[in-house]
């Protein structure tokens, strides 16, 4: 049997021997049956990357794939970006919003779903999750953008980052 799985991303940073890569459709295919075609052992604890995912989901879709994370072994993780809601922004980064809602639904990928931290926060509790960190621009700009030479940085105040872990 031939693998095609690659072994180096385009930045050529190797690709560890334990990571699968598991493509699924969210609005017409569960996590479940993505990870069962995958090989996906539900026993073990699993770092899920879902970044440039929830915002293009329905609510539903989004809190069915958290809902089975939750469910996975204590230790298990995900990371995320979401949306904040227009509603809770100042005038400027809600103009901000809409200018990228405007461009990524004219590309056929509308966004459809918004969390508050708090309501987020909340919403992952009810599902399973029992220890969260949840980060603004501010916070991910000091973490993983600092000391930069290019400049390279988030901006918009629009999204968040947020990393759940299954208790």
Excluded: C
């Amino acid at each position: 049997m031939h693998d095609d799985r690659p072994t180096k991303t385009a930045f050529r940073i190797a690709i560890p021997e334990s990571m699968t890569f598991a493509p699924v459709d969210f609005e017409s295919q569960t996590l479940a049956e993505g990870l069962a075609r995958a090989g996906f052992q539900t026993d073990q604890k699993a770092f899920f990357s879902w970044l440039g995912v929830v915002p293009y989901l329905t609510r539903s879709a989004a809190m069915e794939t958290l809902r089975l994370i939750a469910s996975l072994p204590p230790g298990s993780e995900i990371v995320f970006d979401y949306a904040l809601p227009p509603e809770s922004l100042d005038p400027v980064r809600r103009q901000a919003l809409e200018a990228l809602a405007a461009r990524v639904a004219a590309a056929g990928e509308p966004f459809q779903t918004f969390f508050g931290p708090a309501e987020l926060e909340s919403e992952l509790r009810r599902v399973g999750f029992a220890s969260f960190e949840d980060l603004g621009t501010e916070e991910i700009n000091a973490r993983y953008f600092s000391g930069r030479s290019d400049g390279l940085r988030v901006g918009g105040g629009i999204g968040r980052l947020m990393k759940a872990r299954v208790g």
